[in-house]
Structures are given as C-alpha cells and as structure tokens.
C-alpha cells in the first residue's frame, strides 16, 4: 500500500513541511520506502538571534507567517505530480505552546477541509524516525525512491536537541521506553547558553563545533560527569556551563557576564569551546556506556537531534564498538520529514483520528 502525507513541524523555532509518500507493507514493522516531493525548513535563526535563543512569541508569529505559505507549495507538488494527500501529520508536542498551536491549527484546518485524517506526533519520538529509517538524505533525495533499512532490536537511542536529552530502549520499530533523562538543561541548550555567553550567536552548537576545531587538544578541562553512581543514567550540563561561566571570569579577572565575550581573545574563546565540547560529548558518550552495561542485548545505538550534527560528537560515537545509526545531517535538527515519518507508524488499521491535544478540545 502507497500513502501519500503531508506533515507539518513547528514545535519550536523551525517551521518545516513535508509532502511525500511511502511504500508501506504489512509483514514489515517500517515502510520499504519514502519518496519526499517537498520539503521545506523555515529557520528563524535570523529572529531568534538578537535574543540569543528563542523567544516564544515570536517563534508563533514566525510560524504564522510561514506555514500557510509552505503549505501552498506543497499543495501545487501535489498536483504537478498528480498525487492525492492520504492524511496529515503534525506535531503535538512537547514544544512551545504558541507555536505548537500554530501548526496544529493549520493542520486541522487542511484535514478538516480535504477531510482526511489528522495524525499527532510526538516530536521526540519522531526526532528517532530518520535515524532508524534512513542511511541519507539531502536535496538530492527528492523525488526518488529512499529505500528504508531495518535495524535490529532491541536499541539503545539517544535524541540530544536543544529541548530534549532523552536515552530510551527501543524494544522495536514502534516501542520505546525512556531511561534516561536530563536533571536540567537539554544538551543542545547547553551548548547555545555558553554560546550567548561567548558571544558566539544562536545556535550556539555549530559555531562552538567550528571554533573547537581549531584547538583538538585543550589545555582546560571542564568536569563532566555528576559523581554520584546512582544516577548513571541522568545527564546534567549546568555543572558544566558553570565551570565554563568561572573559568571565563577567572580569564577576565572578574568581569561581569554580560562583557566577558569582548574582553576574551579569539584564542581563548575557542580554547573554552573546545573544553566545553569535549566535556558535554564525554558525557554523552559515558551516559551510553552505563546504559549497555545495565542494559544486555542491545543491538545498536541510534543517534537523532540537533547535537547528533556534530561530527566530534559522531566521530567518538564510532568507538563505542556497536553499530551506530545517526539521522542524516540534514534531518537532525527539526523537521517535517521526520513527523511524516513518525506517523507512518501511528498508524496501523487506518490513521488514527483528529487526536486533539488538551489545549485544543472545546
Ligand atoms: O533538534 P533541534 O533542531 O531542536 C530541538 O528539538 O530542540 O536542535 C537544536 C539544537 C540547538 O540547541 C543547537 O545548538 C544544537 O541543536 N546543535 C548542535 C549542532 N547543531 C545544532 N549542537 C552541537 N553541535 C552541532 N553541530
Ligand atoms: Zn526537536
């Protein structure tokens, strides 16, 4: 059976749409393949900026702004290829309110006027969704058949973005249990605080992975680990920024906060970044190992989310001695490809229902 979906994404500060189909056959868990006709993100980086990390309200009037718009375009893919839109996905959540309601309001508002089904994804599961079915994907994928992989189970998944830090035992393609979580701030958003800190911008991941690189062996080392062997599986970064916010003072002889970007030199912002990121990465990487020596059998690691983009990140994935599957570098920060992806699963004798969030039930 073929379906054809459109998904929408606007749970945070990227409004994204998705139009594609996919080949799904009933003795596999996961569709055989997905064939994207549209896909677009939206960033609202250029907004978010000057804030150093993203305000709520204008991440909902962002999406505003632009959904309506994407959706129009993938209205026109769809008659260009003479193909009928099934259903549609979007996201529910977690997320900011404002902006989830956006995306879900245009959602229901397409099913209701095409009447088709609506399906509600959850936005951290789907961030997996890529990771578990794609080996690639990128501007040239459109329009061609991407034929899905089947990894075996169970496996260890970690989704680190800028809202989630969240490890989980998927038990199959659809069951996925969490054992591990943040005390804090999510990974993503550690790496964006000592960024505005650092007078780096927002997002802060790819500008500290940039000026890491340029120091592979930092003299400065930030702890990186809570001590405490009860919590082997929790994650925590405030410690972390902490360290990071002391040692900048301690470099500025006591500066306040908010001048300490201009009085670094370049060469100890990036002596900092290279510090901070081999700290966080080494606390992902020993989180992971904890959970398989508590959890036998697993089979693979699946890697999703805004921080599965950094390569230093990827390259020390690849000594954990399990094969590692990390979304495509273009699908690992917020998108509609993997909502779309996601809903392939909810669904299983026909798409579930109009699932209104409690926010929108009369
Ligand atoms: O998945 P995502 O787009 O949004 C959420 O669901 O949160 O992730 C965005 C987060 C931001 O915090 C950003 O700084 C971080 O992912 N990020 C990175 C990199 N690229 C994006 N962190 C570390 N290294 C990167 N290369
Ligand atoms: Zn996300």
Redesign the pocket.
């Known amino acids: 059976m073929i379906q054809t979906l459109l998904a929408l994404e606007t749970?945070?500060?990227?409004t994204s749409v998705a139009l594609f189909q996919a080949k799904i056959d009933s003795t596999k868990n996961n569709p055989e393949w997905i064939k994207v006709y549209y896909h677009k993100v939206v960033s609202q980086y250029a907004s978010h900026q000057p804030f150093g990390g993203v305000v709520p309200e204008i991440a909902a009037r962002d999406h505003l702004a632009h959904v309506g718009t994407l959706i129009q375009e993938a209205v026109e893919m769809e008659k260009e290829k003479g193909i009928k839109i099934d259903a549609c996905a979007v996201t529910l959540g977690p997320?900011l309110i404002g902006a989830l309601m956006v995306g879900v309001l245009a959602a229901r508002g397409f099913a209701t006027a095409r009447n088709i089904p609506l399906i509600g994804v959850n936005?951290v599961d789907a961030?997996l969704a890529p990771a578990l079915l794609l080996h690639q994907f990128d501007s040239q994928s459109l329009n061609s058949e991407i034929a899905c992989k089947q990894i075996s189970y169970p496996a260890l998944a970690l989704t680190?973005?800028?809202?989630?830090c969240l490890m989980s035992i998927l038990h199959s393609y659809e069951e996925r249990e969490v054992i591990g979580k943040t005390l804090d701030d999510?990974?993503?958003?550690a790496?964006?605080k000592v960024?505005k800190l650092l007078g780096l911008g927002?997002?802060?991941?790819?500008?500290?992975?940039k000026r890491a690189a340029e120091v592979p062996q930092p003299t400065i080392q930030f702890p990186s680990l809570i001590q405490d062997k009860s919590k082997n599986l929790v994650f925590s970064f405030s410690g972390i920024k902490t360290s990071v916010l002391l040692k900048a003072k301690e470099l500025t002889n006591g500066a306040n906060t908010a001048d300490i970007k201009s009085l670094l030199s370049k060469a100890q912002i990036n002596e900092i970044c290279s510090a901070f990121?081999k700290a966080?990465i080494a606390q992902l990487i020993d989180r992971l190992k904890n959970a398989l020596k508590e959890h036998v059998g697993i089979k693979n690691i699946v890697v999703?989310?805004?921080?599965?983009?950094?390569?230093?990140?990827r390259k020390e994935l690849e000594n954990i001695g399990l094969p590692v599957h990390c979304a495509p570098l273009t699908l690992?920060?917020?998108?509609a490809v993997m909502i779309g992806i996601q809903a392939l699963k909810i669904k299983k004798d026909g798409f579930t229902n109009h699932p209104f969030p409690r926010y929108l039930k009369a």
């Open positions: 749970s945070c500060d990227d997320g936005h961030h680190v973005s800028g809202g989630h999510a990974c993503g958003e790496f964006d960024a927002y997002p802060g991941g790819p500008a500290i992975e990121q966080a999703a989310g805004g921080v599965a983009a950094n390569q230093a990140f690992c920060s917020d998108n």
